[in-house]
């Protein structure tokens, strides 16, 4: 799949989502193109830089964050309005449902090894929104509120 509609197809997701989620209509392109950064973060992370999926995740996450809070300041409004539309594309539901669906078929091995993974990227994602949080207020207590 080519680039741009990698763009594309993230971008409408997220803004989908953010609809879904009740963000306010002038605020959804932003949330569109949160969204759409971190999906590209994550696939540069693993098709260039060949890093896991799980790396890939947490350096998404942490630059998923950082945008939100950047627009957060900006336009005055919660965090939480970019950072939730922002990582559903992130999110392991796939994994998730092919390690239940593998229990149920009696495939244990496989389960727990796709829910190993499914449970590592959604920790990956904490953490990469946390390693964000916290890069933020070390910044602002060196440099100052400015």
Not at 68 to 95: D, M, W
Not at 126 to 139: D, K, N
């Amino acid at each position: 799949m080519s680039i741009w509609l990698h763009l594309l197809i993230s971008f409408i997701a997220t803004a989908t989502f953010g609809f879904l989620f009740n963000v306010p209509a002038k605020l959804l392109p932003v949330c569109g193109f949160v969204g759409m950064t971190g999906w590209i973060i994550n696939l540069a992370a693993k098709d260039w830089l060949a890093l896991s999926s799980i790396v890939a995740v947490m350096l998404a996450a942490f630059g998923v964050t950082l945008i939100s809070q950047f627009f957060a300041r900006k336009l005055k409004t919660p965090i939480i309005l970019f950072n939730v539309s922002g990582i559903i594309l992130l999110v392991p539901g796939r994994l998730a449902y092919n390690a239940m669906r593998n229990v149920v078929e009696d495939q244990y091995d496989i389960a727990i090894e796709l829910g190993t993974e499914a449970l590592l990227i959604s920790g990956a994602i904490a953490i990469g929104m946390m390693m964000s949080e916290v890069a933020t207020q070390v910044v602002r207590k060196i440099f100052g509120r400015r």
